[in-house]
């Protein structure tokens, strides 16, 4: 698989419905980044015909051994060509309506499983999101968005005041379409349920699987750390720490004096870093760090917040120089390997998260899958440690929740 890094970049913000603020943007934007890279073969959105073809089977385990299954409740939501839907447990796609919220005022979205421990469904063409929640349904809101369309507010876990705070609940993003499978685990907001995804097609490939006492270590290892030890809501996730700062959790210049040490290394000496355009070499000039080599790109100095989103200061663009560079240097800034090597990006894993200070989060999601691979923030594709897989003719997707 080429590096995330060297391949033109898809939208990599993760859609999130802070506050019960109305998710109006297609649901595209919350999908794996990889996955809104991949089009179809001739760049266009597949024709309905081609849709019902293209049902993939998707199978849901339960394996958690904490739950039974009805218990466990799957939700299929997603964009398709602009609007936004969900599946239907018979696999097919239905518009969202303001007329699906009940007396509650919520959805009802939930397709239960089968008993026996296996659910078989059908994935028609889409790019969206599978959740799944244990114990309590999750409540989705369908709401009008700024253009008089149907949208939905999706789960916040991280807020508080979000009716599914309480709730235990996790996903998997996807984008589904004539180009293929492109599909993953995402911890980029929160860690709480234990999910694997298998694909099988021209390859067989599994990723995001939990080692055995995975989930515990990687709770375990957040309350040892001071700063992040706020970030554990009981035994129920624990929230990744930009959303930990938005919401006072999380100190906003916890990493301010590591970014200060990138800033005063490289005013004495280059920092390079190579892309599919290129090498770029850079210094920081002023108070910026600006590259020459494909083109001249610059970042100004990022704050903590933006390091942990991924975004502000070292935002992303697709323009094939500036954001390829962005992603290194927010992969390299979470993975504190910035002043380890003035070389990037770094792909030994046996140099990341080596200092105190340092994305412990990040640390303990990676350390609690058995490939190593996680989203444990937006560009941790960078040099492919995601837990990220795709599949061009796919035969089969498999969704297993694990033991706990």
């Known amino acids: ?209 939990v080692r055995a006492g995975g989930r515990a270590a990687a709770f375990e290892a957040m309350r040892r750390v001071e700063e992040f030890a706020p970030l554990v809501v009981d035994d129920t996730r624990v929230i990744a720490p930009g959303h930990g700062l938005d919401a006072g959790l999380f100190p906003k210049d916890y990493l301010a004096p590591y970014i200060d040490e990138v800033w005063s290394t490289y005013t004495g000496k280059d920092l390079r870093v190579t892309t599919n355009a290129g090498t770029f070499t850079g210094r920081v000039r002023g108070d910026r760090l600006t590259f020459d080599g494909p083109a001249q790109v610059s970042f100004a100095k990022p704050s903590t917040r933006d390091v942990l989103f991924c975004d502000g200061a070292i935002a992303a663009p697709n323009d094939g120089t500036t954001g390829p560079v962005a992603a290194v240097l927010g992969a390299g800034f979470n993975r504190s390997t910035l002043l380890s090597s003035a070389d990037h990006p770094t792909t030994d894993p046996a140099a990341f998260y080596a200092t105190a200070l340092t994305n412990h989060y990040a640390k303990a999601v990676h350390a609690a899958t058995e490939d190593g691979r996680a989203y444990g923030f937006a560009f941790d594709d960078v040099a492919d440690f995601a837990s990220y897989i795709q599949d061009t003719a796919p035969t089969g997707f498999r969704l297993t929740l694990t033991a706990f």
């Open 1 to 209: 698989m080429t590096p995330r890094h060297q391949r033109p970049l898809g939208r990599r913000k993760l859609l999130v419905a802070l506050g019960g603020a109305v998710v109006a943007a297609p649901v595209a934007a919350a999908v794996a980044p990889h996955a809104l890279a991949g089009v179809g073969s001739d760049g266009g959105t597949a024709t309905p015909q081609a849709e019902a073809a293209g049902a993939l089977p998707l199978t849901i385990v339960n394996g958690t051994g904490s739950f039974g299954d009805a218990d466990v409740h799957v939700y299929i939501v997603g964009n398709q060509d602009g609007r936004q839907v969900r599946v239907t447990p018979d696999g097919t796609v239905a518009p969202v309506a303001l007329s699906d919220n009940g007396a509650d005022g919520y959805t009802d979205y939930a397709i239960g499983l089968a008993g026996g421990g296996e659910t078989k469904l059908n994935l028609p063409y889409l790019s969206g999101r599978i959740y799944v929640s244990l114990g309590g349904k999750l409540k989705f809101k369908v709401v009008t968005d700024g253009a008089g369309d149907p949208a939905l507010q999706y789960p916040a876990g991280w807020v508080e005041s979000d009716p599914n705070y309480g709730v235990l609940h996790d996903c998997a993003e996807f984008t589904y379409n004539s180009a293929g499978m492109f599909c993953n685990t995402t911890m980029v907001d929160m860690f709480s349920v234990p999910l694997a995804i298998r694909l099988t097609g021209a390859k067989d490939q599994t990723t995001g699987t």
